[in-house]
């Protein structure tokens, strides 16, 4: 059974900076793993994706220059990190993480192609 868990989520201030951690058991399962964001009453969207080896990333262009994804693989697990920089308002959010097997390229942005998902962590951004 894989399992996929998030921290590090909470409240900052404008301007402020917040790490997000992520930790997906069977970690050799996992090809791509990305972090998406939920606002109310919206979709969710992609925020960040990284490839097996972590050496290719991308993120959407509104965090862009703000966020970095990164990633790190353990024995059996793999983990990601999301840190956060200068944080707006609009970056408050219900952000999950996701893992799977899917191709990187053209697959990690769609959200369906994520097997597993964490049961996401509240970012709050206030002024």
């Known amino acids: 059974q894989v399992q996929v868990l998030e921290h590090g989520g909470g409240s900052v201030q404008i301007g402020g900076s917040l790490t997000l951690s992520c930790i997906a058991s069977e970690g050799h399962l996992h090809n791509v793993m990305g972090w998406f964001r939920q606002k109310p009453g919206k979709e969710r969207e992609f925020v960040a994706g990284?490839?097996?080896?972590?050496?290719?990333?991308?993120?959407a262009e509104s965090v862009k220059g703000r966020f970095t994804i990164s990633r790190d693989t353990l024995v059996r697990d793999t983990t990601t990190h999301l840190e956060m920089k200068s944080l707006k308002p609009e970056d408050t959010a219900v952000y999950y993480c996701?893992?799977?097997?899917?191709?990187?390229?053209?697959?990690?942005?769609?959200?369906?192609?994520?097997?597993?998902w964490g049961q996401g962590t509240q970012v709050t951004v206030s002024s």
């Open positions: 990284v490839s097996r080896t972590g050496e290719t990333t991308d993120s």
């Open positions: 996701a893992a799977g097997k899917l191709k990187y390229y053209p697959d990690y942005r769609d959200p369906d192609k994520y097997a597993y």
